[in-house]
């Protein structure tokens, strides 16, 4: 912040709190008008908090690793199809990860997975996006598919969420060729794909009415944007307002909560409980929401931050497990051997 000065002298940047100590002081002494002073230190917070909302989206976006994953870690057999278009987009592609033949009996299941990214960043390939899921989740004799879409600032979320959709409907579609069930299918996204699974899994007609199947269930890793209008009204990272705007209609369009219906799948909302914005209490928010509808929702916070949420699922332990529990508790779905 730059402290009033001649001019045509150079600006002088000082750190807030010394620029606001020296502000008060120059107040007392008469040097600069309490107004002027009062809108100085009005200046300094500003800058202050978009620092704070720089300083969040740096940490959300440090989140993601756009390391390719390692095929060696999969297990022996398995088979990867790169690049499969779902659509005429370059971002519409996705990859489809082939368990080894299978020895049981029937079609196997679909683990369907959508990356965050702040809705502008992000890549289906990414190492924490699928080795360890796809590892696990192959061994099981489980399709995992992880998908790519079109971001910011080529397409809003609401338009990504309807890339989700068509590439559900593609995989769907597409199924038989695998080996694999439609309907034996759980949508599974991580930040903002979390955002865009948690929209179409609380009113499942608009996937529908593009093509979809109805699925088994949903898995949300770690959103905070469930419900977008009170997000949108309180503190806020920068990332947000990059994605949904200042239109109160648009927060409201592209709010999961506000589009829960008594058809919403059953979903299992995975928070952290190391984030400053507290993702928990809004897990919490739109689970006794969706009960009042009748529809399954579990919660299962984890100590772990963003990113290893994403990251650690498929690795052994009580925190895969719990997702492994609520698939296999889904009808028609049995992630298990």
């Known amino acids: 912040m730059s402290l009033p000065r001649p001019q045509g002298s150079t600006p002088l ?11 008060a002081a120059l107040a007392l002494l008469g040097g600069t008008p309490p107004a002027e002073a009062g809108r100085l230190r009005e200046a300094l917070e500003a800058r202050r908090a978009e620092r704070a909302g720089a300083a969040a989206d740096d940490a959300l976006a440090g989140e993601v690793d756009e390391r390719p994953a390692s095929a060696s870690a999969l297990p022996a057999g398995s088979q990867v199809l790169h690049d499969l278009a779902y659509g ?10 082939l368990p080894p ?3 049981g009996s029937g079609p196997a299941a679909i683990v369907l997975m959508v990356h965050g990214g702040g809705w502008r960043l992000g890549d289906k390939a990414a190492d924490r996006v699928v080795a360890n899921k796809a590892a696990h989740w192959l061994a099981q004799g489980v399709v995992f598919v992880s998908i790519n879409y079109r ?3 080529q397409a809003e979320p609401l338009a990504q969420a ?3 959709t068509r590439a559900l409907a593609y995989v769907q579609a597409q199924a038989g060729e695998w080996h694999a069930d439609p309907q034996r299918l759980v949508l599974m996204g991580h930040s903002a794909g979390a955002h865009l699974i948690a929209l179409l899994s609380a009113d499942p007609a608009r996937a529908i009415a593009l093509g979809a199947r109805p699925w088994a269930g949903s898995v949300a890793l770690d959103s905070a944007a469930l419900d977008l209008v009170q997000l949108m009204e309180g503190r806020h990272a920068r990332l947000y307002d990059r994605a949904f705007g200042a239109d109160p209609a648009t927060w409201r369009a592209a709010s999961p909560q506000h589009h829960l219906s008594t058809q919403a799948v059953p979903m299992l909302l995975v928070c952290s409980t190391r984030r400053a914005d507290d993702p928990c209490a809004q897990a919490n928010r739109y689970a006794a929401a969706a009960k009042t ?13 963003h990113g290893d949420i ?3 699922l498929g690795l052994p332990g009580a925190y895969t497990a719990a997702v492994d529990g609520f698939l296999s508790s889904l009808p028609g779905f049995r992630s298990g051997p």
Not at 13 to 23: S, V
Not at 88 to 97: G, I, N, P
Not at 293 to 305: A, K, M
């Open 101 to 103: 033949a299978a020895s």
């Open 162 to 164: 309807e890339d989700v």
């Open 293 to 305: 509808l009748g529809v399954r929702t579990e919660i299962l916070p984890q100590p772990l931050s």
């Open 310 to 312: 994403n990251g650690q």
């Open 88 to 97: 005429t987009a370059s971002r519409q592609k996705l990859d489809v990860y």
């Open 151 to 153: 971001l910011l600032p």
């Open 13 to 23: 940047r000082l750190a807030p709190r010394i620029a606001a100590a020296l502000l």
